[in-house]
C-alpha cells in the first residue's frame, strides 16, 4: 500500500509560479515512477508529468512542456511540480500517483490506468 497526500495548490494569477508538493508512504519511495494528473470539471484524468525511478527519465504533456518542471525528493519521499507562467487552462485540481513499474516508456507513463495508487487531489486556480 502506499500513501500519498498532495499540497501546495490554491489562487494565482495568470503568469504567477506554484510548486505542488507530493508526500508518499508506505512503500519504498523510489522504487516506483510517479506521476502529476489534473482533471477538469466533467473531464478525465488528464496526463500533466512523469518521472521514472531515479530520475532516469521525466515526462510532460505538450500543454505544459517548458513551463511545469517534475523533480523528486527520495531522501524525503516526496515528489514536486513546479509549475510557472501558469495560465488560466491550467486550472484543475492536481493528484499525483504511483505508477505500477519502476522504467515506465512515454505511453504508459500518460495513462492513468498503469497508476496504482492516488492522492487525494489539491486545488490549483489561475485567474486572469
Not at 506554484?18 to 466533467?42: D, E, I
Not at 473531464?43 to 517534475?70: L, M, P, Q
Request: aromatic content about 12%.
Amino acid at each position: 500500500q502506499v500513501q500519498l497526500v498532495e499540497s501546495g495548490g490554491g489562487l494565482v494569477l495568470a503568469g504567477g509560479s506554484l510548486r505542488l508538493s507530493c508526500v508518499a508512504s508506505g512503500r519504498t519511495f523510489n522504487s516506483y515512477a510517479m506521476g502529476w494528473f489534473r482533471q477538469h470539471p466533467g473531464k478525465e484524468h488528464e496526463f500533466v508529468s512523469a518521472i521514472t525511478r531515479n530520475d532516469i527519465n521525466t515526462y510532460y504533456a505538450d500543454s505544459v512542456k517548458g513551463r511545469f518542471t517534475i523533480f523528486r525528493d527520495n531522501a524525503k519521499n516526496t515528489v514536486y511540480l513546479q509549475m510557472d507562467s501558469l495560465k488560466p487552462e491550467d486550472t484543475a485540481v492536481y493528484y499525483c500517483a504511483a505508477h505500477r513499474t519502476a522504467y515506465p516508456d512515454p505511453p504508459r507513463a500518460a495513462n492513468p490506468v498503469e497508476y496504482d495508487y492516488w492522492g487525494q487531489g489539491t486545488q490549483v486556480t489561475v485567474s486572469s
